[in-house]
Structure formats: C-alpha cells, structure tokens
C-alpha cells in the first residue's frame, strides 16, 4: 500500500525530500550496495528489461561505481559497488576534478 491510499494522508505530498529542502533533485537519496561490479551491471541489465531508465555506470575517481534511477514518485536511488578501500588521503579535502563542457577532467594546477 502506497501513502495516497492511507485515509489522511496528503494527496501531494513529495516523497522526493530535496524538494522541500529547496535543494537540487539527487542531493539526497538511497543507496544500496551491489556486492560486486558483475552484480552492478546484472542490476542495471535487468532494471532496464524491465522498462526503468538508468543512468551510469558512474565511475567515482576509482574508488565506486554507480548506477542511478528513480522511483515511481520521483525519489533517486543509487545501486552502487565499492571498489577500493578508503585511504586516508580520501578524507583531505581537495579539488579531483573539474568540468568542462560536460566532461570531467584532471583539476588545473
């Protein structure tokens, strides 16, 4: 049973919580993880038999994979894959990249 069938729920209420933060759609999400690259792709190769549009696979500078859909209502989940471990040069904070033209590229020196 969805919320809209619940007596006293409201009829618009945005299940996408970015919204109402006044924030970008896919700040905020769920994610789950796959448990391997081979699983990943079997996921995004079975969601998309099935009709759901998917975005990715999302390289995340080496360190994860991703693919990203959204729900019925709006919401974005993310199935992604850790590929490495965190080190602790992943915890400075710096720039790792830039776009340009919808292209990522290395950070300018």
């Known amino acids: 049973m969805s919320g809209e069938e619940v007596e006293g729920w409201p009829k618009?209420?945005?299940y996408g919580i970015?919204?109402?933060?006044?924030?970008?759609?896919g700040v905020y999400r769920f994610a789950f993880n796959s448990g391997?690259?081979?699983?990943?792709?079997a996921t995004k190769t079975r969601l998309e038999a099935h009709g759901?549009?998917?975005?990715g696979s999302v390289d995340h500078e080496g360190w994860s994979q991703s693919i990203y859909l959204e729900d019925p209502k709006g919401?974005?989940?993310?199935?992604?894959?850790?590929?490495?471990?965190?080190?602790?040069?992943?915890?400075d904070p710096k720039v790792r990249f830039r776009m340009e033209n919808g292209l990522k590229l290395p950070p300018r020196e």
């Open 12 to 14: 618009n209420f945005d």
């Open 18 to 25: 970015n919204k109402g933060l006044g924030l970008i759609p």
């Open 36 to 41: 391997s690259t081979q699983a990943l792709e």
């Open 52 to 55: 759901v549009k998917v975005r």
């Open 75 to 91: 919401l974005q989940l993310e199935c992604c894959h850790l590929i490495r471990s965190f080190v602790p040069d992943d915890a």
